[in-house]
């Protein structure tokens, strides 16, 4: 099945095989690979924010890798670091949900949250910023209050799909009865999709959080159709990129420094690449997007790389790269799997080449793997190129993911970053998860480089 639809990214969630593109999405149910042997609030604020002024010194600018210092505090429950900022019916979801123990970046980060500082996120890719910072959103919100009180910007439609989920999982009635009599209501705004029924509801009732991409929120604001005056918190998520986006980040800057005044505001970044973070940090004083006592929490400087990720490569000719790649699904039999290629070039369109997803389709569909219905996802519609390749490639949470392959080697480290973060997505596993690049031997000194800025090890794999 092909399809061009963007919606179907999000369907891979209850696939068992995807293989994700730069620019499509191919999935390959079970039938194939299941073969596998290898398949098998306040006062408490107060008081927490007062104990972590004392365990910390923080400059206002400086950045920390290891705020706290103390062992122990590596086993302290979520629950006890939460306690008396998160309400208690959010609390028991977290459980429910499975999340008992903090991440690193949540054990870093949620006492200076909690204790109302502006911060910078900077962790490995599925590290758990998202749980973080949506933890400080239901310590501040106040569900009585009629007002937008939280405002999520993420760049591109798939990614708010997700957090909005993850937002509304947590919000939704636990098993046990909760006490509040009016519940916290999550919009998501996103480009993509028609905005009428956001529109009426805006009109009837704002909702307490709101996800949304740049576009669709500014057509909003201008419309007056929302009101940002009581936004106590703003997470811009996946903030390097919203900054390389020329089309966004005028609108992006306005967004920072309007709506409520900035010392009621909790401002909050995330991404796992922030690339001249000092520098960034030194804007966001200067250009008054954060307070002047922002913190860039930034976890594990030295390993950008999720450690459980092995790294290896493989060289071959350009022809060669289909049958490498099939040999290579074969000997691996990944439990699920992505494979990444490069949108076709200008050059290639012109000569008359076929897109070279179409041709990686063919070649699995007629290989002695085949049987398998593939899925391939293209966004054509209202998304630039850029975005597009972005999309898969950053944000996008499919934790059952065990293998990656870089079809085509992508074009710098933050991205080869970003793809292999599509797995290792589960926190606390100790499972193994492969990344593969299929390159040239004349690749080999980029993917070197990708090394070195990144601090990982390639192996090299002979087939
Ligand atoms: N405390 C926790 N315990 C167990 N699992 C967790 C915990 N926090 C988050 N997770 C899980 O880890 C996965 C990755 O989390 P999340 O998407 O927030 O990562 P991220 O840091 O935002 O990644 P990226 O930078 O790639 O967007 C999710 O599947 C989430 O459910």
Redesign the pocket.
């Known amino acids: 099945m092909v399809s061009s639809s963007t919606d179907m990214l999000l369907q891979v969630h209850s696939w068992k095989f995807p293989f994700l593109c730069d620019k499509a999405l191919i999935t390959i149910p079970p039938t194939l690979l299941i073969k596998s042997p290898s398949v098998e609030r306040s006062s408490t604020r107060a008081l927490k924010s007062s104990i972590y002024s004392q365990r910390t010194s923080i400059s206002p600018i400086t950045s920390s890798s290891s705020l706290s210092t103390n062992e122990e505090d590596d086993h302290i429950p979520?629950r006890d670091i939460c306690e008396g900022c998160v309400p208690d019916h959010i609390l028991r979801r977290v459980e429910e949900l499975?999340?008992?123990?903090?991440?690193e970046?949540?054990r870093q980060a949620l006492p200076v949250l909690f204790s109302g500082r502006d911060c910078i996120l900077h962790?490995q890719?599925?590290?758990?910023?998202?749980?973080a910072y949506l933890l400080l959103i239901f310590s501040v919100i106040n569900t009585q209050r009629s007002a937008v009180q939280a405002l999520i910007v993420v760049p591109t439609r798939e990614l708010g799909m997700q957090v909005a989920k993850v937002a509304r999982m947590l919000a939704a009635k636990s098993d046990q009865p909760v006490l509040e009599d009016k519940s916290c209501t999550i919009m998501a705004l996103l480009d993509g999709g028609t905005l009428r029924r956001q529109k009426s509801w805006l009109k009837s009732e704002p909702p307490t959080i709101i996800v949304a991409t740049l576009g669709s929120l500014c057509q909003m604001l201008e419309k007056q159709t929302i009101k940002l005056e009581s936004m106590r918190v703003l997470v811009i998520d996946e903030v390097d990129f919203m900054f390389n986006s020329s089309h966004q980040v005028s609108s992006l800057r306005k967004l920072l420094i309007s709506y409520s005044s900035i010392n009621n505001r909790q401002s909050i970044f995330?991404?796992?690449s922030i690339p001249q973070h000092r520098r960034f940090l030194y804007d966001c004083i200067q250009q008054k997007w954060t307070k002047a006592d922002v913190v860039h929490i930034h976890a594990n400087p030295v390993q950008p790389m999720p450690p459980r990720i092995h790294h290896r490569f493989l060289i071959c000719s350009r022809s060669e790269r289909h049958s490498a790649l099939l040999s290579l699904l074969q000997s691996d039999a990944p439990q699920s799997a992505i494979i990444f290629v490069n949108l076709q070039s200008e050059k290639s369109k012109k000569a008359g080449n076929a897109p070279s997803t179409t041709v990686l389709i063919d070649a699995l569909k007629n290989s002695h793997i085949g049987g398998h219905e593939i899925l391939l996802l293209e966004e054509k519609i209202n998304f630039n190129s850029r975005a597009a390749s972005f999309s898969v490639s950053?944000?996008v949470?499919l934790?059952d993911t065990t293998h990656i392959y870089n079809f085509d080697l992508p074009k710098d480290a933050v991205h080869y970053l970003h793809r292999a973060?599509r797995t290792g997505?589960?926190?606390?596993s100790e499972s193994e998860c492969l990344v593969t690049s299929i390159i040239t031997s004349e690749e080999r000194f980029v993917l070197q480089r990708y090394e070195n800025e990144l601090m990982f090890h390639c192996d090299e794999l002979f087939l």
Not at 98 to 103: C, D, Q
Not at 125 to 131: A, D, E, F, V, Y
Not at 425 to 428: A, L, T
């Open positions: 979520l499975g999340y008992l123990m903090p991440t970046i949540q962790a890719t599925g590290s758990g910023k998202t749980l995330a991404s796992a950053r944000g949470d934790p973060g997505r589960k926190p606390f």
